[in-house]
């Protein structure tokens, strides 16, 4: 068994195609078969069956394309670093999160970052749902995900940051706007901006709106949280979003947010492979973005995830 057969057999089970995964690799889909059939003399079990079109992973073949998926992308992690190392650059950090959070998230934890490692390469992915930033992460592309938190997630350890209660953003012309807090019977009767169906803020307000029994009767149109805010501004809709500390609304802004205690609020905060496995730079910007969060803001603000 050796790392070149590891490889190939995710490509096989990502792919479900040895045709396919024989171009990429420029090889021969014999070749393929090859890296495969050496795991499976190796384990004695059968890891690929085929399929009228393709093939496809058996049981044992997923228990071990899991362990596998895990373990390539550290390695490549820590060879990637060690050569960092080796040729004597500042490293790369990859992340991902949502399209943006990093406006409302990271701004002083990235100049704080760049301030102390100005060599250092800071590459952001953005990813439109928490599933997809955890595909990602487990594939190795990234080194960290910033993600909306929501139980555990298997060969992912996940680290809690910062809990965010819902306000609903309005227009400061709408009735709404005057009130101190915002009931669950209000929701139902507002114009609602949705989130984007797969975004884990749109599931978490969902459950919200079935446990509560206020589902809005309209909406209004779905759009990212940065979005939402202006439509509301404009008075298309209202919007049902997180507080952040990032949106700074004067007194004269013609938006206003009001508190909705009766939502669950969500966590988000940092996910990854293994977090003694990450670089120091990782690790360092992690905490200062950890950091930040623990910091007051002036104003009040919402994001996106």
Not at 79 to 105: A, W
Not at 189 to 212: C, D, K, M, T, W
Request: net charge neutral; with cysteine; glycine share 6%.
């Amino acid at each position: 068994m050796t790392l070149d057969d590891l490889r190939v057999f995710l490509a096989v089970c990502e792919s479900r195609n040895l045709s396919a995964v024989a171009r990429d690799l420029s090889c021969s889909q014999p070749a393929v078969s090859q890296h495969v059939r050496r795991l499976e003399r190796e384990i004695g079990l059968t890891l690929i069956e085929r399929r009228p079109r393709g093939v496809s992973p058996t049981d044992a073949g997923q228990v071990l394309y899991q362990a596998a998926l895990t373990g390539i992308a550290s390695l490549d992690a820590a060879l990637r670093h060690l050569r960092e190392l080796r040729d004597g650059n500042g490293g790369t950090l990859k992340i991902t999160t949502g399209g943006v959070t990093v406006r409302h998230f990271m701004p002083d934890a990235i100049t704080a970052f760049r301030d102390r490692h100005p060599e250092a390469t800071l590459h952001f992915q953005s990813a439109q749902s928490t599933r997809r930033c955890l595909e990602l992460l487990r594939g190795g592309q990234v080194d960290l995900a910033w993600i909306t938190l929501d139980g555990p997630v298997a060969d992912i350890q996940q680290r809690p940051v910062t809990d965010l209660p819902w306000v609903l953003v309005v227009n400061a012309a709408d009735p709404l706007a005057d009130r101190s807090t915002i009931e669950p019977s209000d929701l139902r009767g507002i114009r609602y901006i949705a989130h984007p169906a797969n975004s884990a803020s749109h599931r978490r307000l969902e459950e919200n709106f079935v446990r509560l029994g206020c589902t809005p009767s309209e909406t209004a149109g779905v759009a990212d949280w940065d979005t939402a805010v202006l439509l509301a501004e404009l008075g298309v809709g209202h919007a049902v979003l997180p507080s952040l500390p990032r949106l700074a609304l004067a007194p004269s802004s013609t938006v206003r947010t009001v508190p909705i205690p009766a939502l669950s609020p969500i966590t988000v905060g940092w996910a990854a492979r293994q977090w003694d496995a990450l670089s120091p730079l990782a690790t360092e910007f992690a905490d200062l973005v950890a950091a930040d969060q623990t910091r007051p803001h002036s104003g009040s603000a919402v994001s996106s995830g």
